[in-house]
């Protein structure tokens, strides 16, 4: 159980708290419907008027040495990506972050404040193109339309050049993708900033922080329960990845990239996570894991929160170095 006195969100400027606890508490409250439907137009509402989860556009002319724009990749399921690409580098190539955003399948997009914000500074802190998808949501669309939405982006970028969860079954799927589907797009590291993933037995983080900010278990129920299909249990492959139901022998890819795990001590999957670690390890792949005690869940979307920077150089130097094993240096 939090107590307000030991919640990390002390540390966050007060005016940012106020905004995140009136955003968290109207969500919780109304936009999740019991009957396992979600408020669009009061979600959206809500993105528009509250300054730190507002919608970003795109700047008509590049900033802080970024272009920015977003490409359209299937207008029938707005499915569509916006890039970041820097301005002031002359090699070639660069580095490509692929990056799919929070709000359990069904909320929140690659304009949404946060993820735009965080997509900037991966693209600046790494000299790298940043590739932010939008993928469509559930309950409207269950598993697996995520998961094709994903690889089909991806496939678009190979082929134009343009050089958590999704982001696992992303790795899974190209490990076994033959080399003539995708010729350009080499996956050489996976990062996943608390990944969101489930089981149907509760975890002792689960249990000891239902309530924490930014995510409860109620309402990480509620995503689940919207997102896979029918009739499944939070054991479905999809959730659980190494849990009852998982038959994918991941020991057998050898293209599976290695992958780093960031796991912040005040967010209830903390436990999915290191078991997400520890499944990695036990199947023989690369896996690295990085901890923030005072990290909750989404922390990394609030700019001035001790540990943001903290993990920005955790990630800058994962890349670094798979950028160097994969250069052979």
């Known amino acids: 159980m939090f107590g307000k006195q030991n919640s990390p969100l002390r540390l966050l400027p007060w005016k940012t708290r106020i905004a995140f606890t009136v955003y968290s508490c109207t969500i919780r409250g109304s936009a999740f419907r019991n009957d396992g439907t979600i ?9 528009q008027i509250q300054s730190h989860f507002h919608t970003a ?9 970024l272009k920015i724009s977003d490409v359209t990749v299937d207008p029938k399921r707005n499915l569509w990506f916006r890039l970041y690409t820097p301005t002031n580098i002359t090699t070639t190539p660069l580095p490509v972050f692929v990056y799919f955003h929070g709000g359990g399948f069904a909320y929140m997009s690659p304009d949404s404040k946060p993820f735009d914000t965080l997509c900037r500074r991966l693209s600046r802190d790494n000299s790298a193109v940043v590739v932010s998808i939008n993928y469509r949501y559930s309950p409207e669309f269950k598993y697996p339309s995520q998961h094709e939405d994903a690889f089909d982006a991806l496939k678009f970028i190979d082929k134009d050049s343009a050089g958590g969860n999704l982001s696992h079954h992303l790795a899974v799927r190209v490990a076994k993708t033959d080399n003539d589907e995708l010729k350009q797009v080499k996956v050489i590291g996976l990062i996943g900033i608390q990944p969101f993933f489930g089981g149907q037995e509760r975890t002792e983080s689960e249990i000891k922080l239902k309530n ?5 278990l109620d309402r990480a129920d509620w995503f689940w329960k919207a997102f896979l299909p029918p009739g499944s249990n939070r054991d479905h492959f999809a959730c659980n990845v190494f849990g009852p139901n998982c038959s994918q022998d991941i020991s057998k890819l050898k293209k599976f990239p290695p992958t780093m795990v960031v796991v912040g001590k005040w967010d209830l999957l903390q436990d999915r996570q290191r078991r997400f670690y520890e ?3 036990r ?8 901890e923030f005690p005072n990290a909750f869940h989404g922390f990394y979307s609030f700019t001035k929160f001790p540990e943001t920077p903290l993990l920005f150089q955790e990630v800058t130097k994962f890349v670094q170095n798979q950028l160097a094993k994969a250069s052979g240096k």
């Open 39 to 47: 408020n669009r137009r009061l979600l959206n509402f809500i993105n």
């Open 57 to 65: 556009k795109v700047p008509s002319e590049p900033i802080d040495g």
């Open 212 to 216: 924490g900010p930014a995510l409860s």
């Open 279 to 281: 499944g990695l390890k």
């Open 283 to 290: 199947f023989g792949k690369e896996a690295y894991i990085v």
